[in-house]
């Protein structure tokens, strides 16, 4: 059974072809970072002209590569939701229009979802079956922060159970607002991931940011109980006034001038530009994210006594949180389950794996479904 998915809920147009959910024929992503570079962040508008622009290179792109002709697909995936309405609208839009004129089911696709199946696709690829369930996901990307536990029913059916999210900001976009404010470049994860292993991690102190989460929901009266959510504002408003206080803003613009006509600047482009105490200040961010997040979801796995753990969406893409998880999960006795870095950050073929389950249920879109920017899982 061969799938075609399309992925467009944010700021990469993706198409991939992927063969009973666990063979990738291809995964083509048009990636629009440089186009939102110098804006420090996604320009919804300016996404969905760039989706339009390439949603059928790269579809005919995943084709191309998946060596079939277009007819030959049993069905299409394409993502639902969330993400930004403009941008899923292009990819649903094609979708649809593909799916009448080639008369083959359409699927729709959470994009949530489609994160934790790029572990459960490779996953089935290197192992003979399904990690072993119920597991408990984190995905954490520029937009969400989710821990959800995953579980299969009899009928083969997936099945997703809320147990915790971000309060604010999402761990991603907390790494993208704190690059923007130190006049490093976008998307924030990866330069500050290499800009942190020239600084000392326990340089700075930073908030305990789950104390205050917890704190909110108790002055609120919210349900205490099974609940693991995370609160990342607290971090990143602790780099502005760090940098506020300690005077750090001219040399924060002396960075910015310094590099502003260097299109696609490298971590080596930055150092010049970056005293010790900048480089302290990163690697201390860096390190209280990472911490918050394994630290909770190692506490979640603890009391919700799953078997084992999934890591998931664009900021699994870090190798410190990789090998925290790994070192952590290991004292557990768990065994944790990452994507590969190229199936961590958004793509279709993902997209495409989440719905082999439903094309084997008969779960189909009907011709008026729609992007939905907040849709939710489980
Ligand atoms: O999953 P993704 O491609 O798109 C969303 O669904 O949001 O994730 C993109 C996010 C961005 O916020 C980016 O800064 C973050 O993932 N990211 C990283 C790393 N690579 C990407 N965060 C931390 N470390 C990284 N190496
Ligand atoms: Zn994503």
């Known amino acids: 059974m061969l799938i075609l998915g399309i992925e467009s809920s944010c700021d990469e147009t993706a198409a991939a072809v992927v063969r009973d959910g666990e063979q990738v024929l291809s995964n083509a992503v048009s990636s629009q970072i440089a186009i939102h570079m110098p804006y420090g962040g996604v320009v919804p508008e300016l996404a969905s002209r760039e989706h339009l622009r390439a949603i059928v290179p790269v579809v005919r792109q995943a084709v191309g ?22 941008s899923l609208l292009v990819g649903i839009t094609y979708a649809k229009t593909l799916s009448f004129a080639l008369s083959k089911p359409l699927i729709a696709v959470n994009h949530l979802e489609g994160h934790i199946h790029a572990v459960l696709l490779e996953h089935r690829q290197s192992a003979n079956g399904d990690l072993p369930l119920p597991a408990l996901a984190l995905v954490v990307s520029g937009g969400h922060t989710h821990l959800y536990i995953v579980s299969r029913s009899k009928a083969g059916t997936w099945q997703y159970h809320g ?15 704190v690059a923007k404010l130190l006049a490093l470049s976008y998307p924030g994860g990866p330069i500050i991931e290499a800009l942190a292993k020239h600084g000392n991690p326990r340089a700075i102190a930073m908030p305990r940011s789950q104390v205050k989460a917890q704190e909110k929901r108790k002055a ?15 971090i990143k408003t602790a780099v502005l006034r760090f940098v506020e206080k300690n005077g750090m803003q001219a040399s924060i613009e002396k960075r910015r001038l310094a590099l502003a006509s260097t299109s696609s600047p490298r971590p080596e482009d930055f150092l010049p530009y970056l005293d010790q105490f900048t480089l302290d200040l990163v690697a201390s961010f860096q390190d209280a994210v ?3 997040l394994v630290g909770k979801t190692l506490r979640a796995a603890e009391n919700l006594e799953v078997e084992s753990l999934i890591v998931s969406g664009g900021v699994a893409a870090n190798g410190s949180l990789r ?13 944790v389950f990452f994507p590969s870095r190229v199936l961590s950050t958004d793509n279709a073929a993902m997209i495409a794996a989440a719905a082999y389950p439903k094309l084997l249920a008969h779960e189909f879109a009907t011709e008026h479904f729609s992007a ?4 939710a899982l489980g």
């Open 290 to 292: 990472i911490r918050d």
């Open 372 to 375: 939905q920017a907040s849709l």
């Open 163 to 177: 147990v915790g999210r971000t309060l604010d900001d999402a761990a991603g976009e907390a790494f993208d607002k």
């Open 65 to 86: 590569l998946a060596e079939i002709k277009l007819d030959e697909v049993d069905a299409l995936a394409v993502t639902q939701g969330p993400g930004l309405a403009g």
């Open 220 to 234: 609120q009266g919210w349900d205490q109980a099974q609940r693991y959510d995370f609160s990342f504002s607290g």
């Open 323 to 335: 090998s925290d998880f790994i070192k952590r999960a290991e004292a557990e006795g768990l065994n």
